[in-house]
C-alpha cells in the first residue's frame, strides 16, 4: 500500500469498485468497473462500464449485485474496456475497499488483452480503517458506513461503492488529520532526526512492539517518504519488530510459501540494495521514547482441532490475517492438513464448517466456473445462499487460495 494517508492528504488518485462473476481471475470475469479521480480531496471526472459476456451472469451474482445479461449486454468488450480504465488511470495510485481483490483482476486483464503488468500504487480503506478505528465488530464497508453515519446509496455497484468510499476517505482523513495534531511535537522532533530517510521508500512490516505505525507514518511522510505497509522489490528500508529482526539477522532459512517476503529481504539487503532496520533501531534514530505497550488480552487465533501456528509473529496485513477459511474437495498441491497448517502460519483460523463469520470457502478443484451449474458441494451451496443474504464470504478456487497465501 503506497504511502497512503499522503495520497488520501493531497494527492491526485483514482478510487475505483468493480463487479465480478465470482472470485477467481482464473475462472471468472469483471463485469462492471466504476472509477473517479481525486484531485485535492474533491470529485473529478469518473468512468463507469458494463462489460460483454460470453456466458449468462450466475443467478446469485446477478442477484447479489442487481446487474442483468441485459445491462453487460450493452456494455464494452473486456479488451476495450481494460484499455479505456487504464487510459483513465494512467499512473495514478488505485484506493479502494479490499482493493487487493480489485486490482487482482485488473492487473490480470491488463496482462492477458494488453500484455502490461499494471504498476499503479495501492491504498486500502480496510487497512486506513484498521488504523484508526477500533471500536467496531469488523472493517466491512457497510458497517464502516454505518460507523461515520455515511448515506448508504447501496452497495454491490461499482459506482455505488465509489461514492461510499470517497466519503469513507474524507472521514479516516479527518481522523488521521487529528492524530497529527495530537502527535505534532514528537513528529517534528522525529523528521530532524532521521534525515537519512529523506525521500525514502520504507516497507514497515510485522506488528511493532514499541511504535503506533501511524506515527511513523507521519513522521515518515513529512519526510518526503513513500511508506508501504508490504514488501516489495523498489522498497529501500525495511523495519521489522525485534524478534522478527534477531531472526533475520541469524542463519535460519524462511519459508518461501508463507515467508517469501523475509528470504527475498535477506538476499536484497546481502546485494546492497536493502537496508533493514529493528525496532529499537528506528527508535534510537528518530529519538522515540520506547514505551512497552500493554499486552492484549485478546487470544491467539486458534485453528481447527490441532492445527495450530508454528510461529507467534505474524504479519497483520497479511490477506488472511484472523481470517476464518474453510476448505471443501480434495486439494491438488497440498494435503488439507498442510493448507490448514499454512493459514494458521500466516494468522489465520480454519473452520471445519460454513457460518456467517465464514470470510473464505476454498474449493479443492478446478472446477469452479461461472458456467457450472451443478457438481456444488452442500458448503459451497451454502456459502452461496449466505452470500445472497448479505453475507461477505469469498469462494475462490485453490489457485486463487495460494495466490492470497503468497501473498500476490
Known sequence: MNNQTSIIASNEYIIVDIETTGFSVDYCNII????????????GDSFHTFIKQDTPIPPFIKHLTGISNDDVALGLSADVAIRQFLNFSKELSL????????????NHNSEKYLGKTMENGRVDTVHLAKNLISDIPNYKLGTLVDYFKITNVGQHRATNDVQMTYELVKCLSHLHNNYR????IQIQKSTEFGKQFNNKKISIKTKLKYINTRLL?????????????????????????????????????FDEIWEPWLSKAKKRQKEGSLEVFSEKQICEILNIHIVEKLKSN?????????????????????????????????????????????V??????????????????????NSYCASIKDGKSSKQKKAEDMILNGLDIQIIPETTFYQILKNE
Not at 462492471?32 to 470529485?43: C, D, P, R, S, T
Not at 494458521?344 to 478443484?365: H, P, R, S, W
Open 344 to 365: 494458521a502460519n500466516v494468522g489465520g483460523i480454519c473452520k471445519n464448517g460454513i457460518t456467517k463469520d465464514t470470510n473464505y470457502l476454498i474449493l479443492g478443484d
Open 95 to 106: 484506493v479502494g475497499h479490499n482493493i487487493s481483490f480489485d486490482y487482482r483482476f485488473l
Open 217 to 253: 507514518e507521519c513522521i515518515f511522510t513529512d519526510m518526503n517518504c513513500k511508506v508501504y505497509n508490504a514488501f516489495y522489490s523498489t522498497s529501500e528500508c525495511l523495519i521489522i519488530n525485534d524478534r522478527t529482526y534477531v531472526r533475520f539477522c541469524s542463519q535460519d532459512t
Open 181 to 184: 495534531e495530537e502527535y505534532k
Open 298 to 342: 485478546r487470544k491467539v487465533p486458534v485453528s481447527a482441532k490441532d492445527i495450530v501456528p508454528a510461529t507467534d509473529i505474524f504479519d497483520e496485513t497479511h490477506p488472511l490475517y484472523q481470517k476464518k477459511c474453510v476448505f471443501t474437495g480434495v486439494l491438488d498441491q497440498f494435503d488439507r492438513t498442510t493448507a490448514m497448517q499454512y
Open 32 to 43: 462492471e468497473i466504476g472509477a473517479v479521480k481525486i484531485k485535492n480531496g474533491n470529485i
